[in-house]
T-cell receptor
Framework: QQQVKQSPQSLIVQKGGISIINCAYE??????FPWYQQFPGKGPALLIA?????SEKKEGRFTISFNKSAKQFSLHIMDSQPGDSATYFC?????????????FGQGTTLQVKP | DTAVSQTPKYLVTQMGNDKSIKCEQN?????MYWYKQDSKKFLKIMFS?????LIINETVPNRFSPKSPDKAHLNLHINSLELGDSAVYFC?????WGQGANHEQYFGPGTRLTVT
C-alpha cells in the first residue's frame, strides 16, 4: 500500500525555471511532511519540512505548499539551477506514533539544463 | 566530522554468506534507523532503535537483525544473503523521540550491497 504518491517520476527544467513536484497522501494522521534531496552516491539530505498548521513554508528558493483538505503538498524550486539536479523525495510521518517513521514517495529525478 | 557514518561503503558478496554493516552517529541523537533503497530508488524503513530499544520492526525477513550496542551505534547483520538483498542500505538518526518530537532524520552515505 503506497501511502504517499509522488509525481512526476522525472522532470527536466531549463536553468532559471520553476521546478514543481507534487505529493499526495492518504493517512490523515500524518502531521510532518519533509522533502529530501539526494545526489548520486549520497544519502538523502533534509531540504525543507512543513507541518499541517501552515499552508506554505519558504526557505530560499525552495517552497512547500500544503493543502490539508486535498491531502496534497508540493515542492517548488524557483530559479532552478544545474546544481539542483538530484532526486527529490517527499515523505510523511505520524507524530502521535512516537516512532518518527517516515513514509517516502517514489522520488522525482530532476534535471536542470544549463 | 562526519555526522552519520557507515562502513563499508561497498559490499560485494556471494549468496548464502553472512555480512554486517556498521553505523555510527556523533550527533548525540536518541533514535537511529535502517532504510533500504532498491534499484528504483524507493526508500523503505526497516528498523528503528531508540536508546538501544527496538521501536520499529517492519516486515523484513528475519535474516536481517539489527543490533544496537549503545545509542550512538546501530549495526545491521544479514544472514544467508540472497540476490534480492542487493540494494543500498542507509542508516539515519533523529534528535528526539516522543510526542511532538522533531522527526528530522539525518542520513548516512549508504552502503551498496551487491549479492552475486
Amino acid at each position: 500500500q503506497q501511502q504517499v504518491k509522488q509525481s512526476p517520476q522525472s522532470l527536466i527544467v531549463q536553468k532559471g525555471g520553476i521546478s514543481i513536484i507534487n505529493c499526495a497522501y492518504e493517512n490523515t494522521a500524518f502531521d510532518y511532511f519533509p522533502w529530501y534531496q539526494q545526489f548520486p552516491g549520497k544519502g538523502p539530505a533534509l531540504l525543507i519540512a512543513i507541518r499541517p498548521d501552515v499552508s506554505e513554508k519558504k526557505e530560499g528558493r525552495f517552497t512547500i505548499s500544503f493543502n490539508k483538505s486535498a491531502k496534497q503538498f508540493s515542492l517548488h524550486i524557483m530559479d532552478s539551477q544545474p546544481g539542483d539536479s538530484a532526486t527529490y523525495f517527499c515523505a510523511a510521518s505520524e507524530g502521535s506514533s512516537n516512532t518518527g517513521k517516515l513514509i517516502f514517495g517514489q522520488g522525482t529525478t530532476l534535471q536542470v539544463k544549463p | 566530522d562526519t555526522a552519520v557514518s557507515q562502513t563499508p561503503k561497498y559490499l560485494v558478496t556471494q549468496m548464502g554468506n553472512d555480512k554486517s554493516i556498521k553505523c555510527e552517529q556523533n550527533l548525540g541523537h536518541d533514535t537511529m534507523y535502517w532504510y533500504k533503497q532498491d534499484s528504483k530508488k524507493f526508500l523503505k524503513i526497516m528498523f528503528s532503535y531508540n536508546n538501544k530499544e527496538l521501536i520499529i520492526n517492519e516486515t523484513v525477513p528475519n535474516r536481517f537483525s539489527p543490533k544496537s550496542p549503545d545509542k550512538a551505534h546501530l549495526n545491521l547483520h544479514i544472514n544467508s544473503l540472497e540476490l534480492g538483498d542487493s540494494a543500498v542500505y542507509f542508516c539515519a538518526s533523529s534528535p528526539l523521540w516522543g510526542q511532538g518530537a522533531n522527526h528530522e532524520q539525518y542520513f548516512g552515505p549508504g552502503t551498496r550491497l551487491t549479492v552475486t
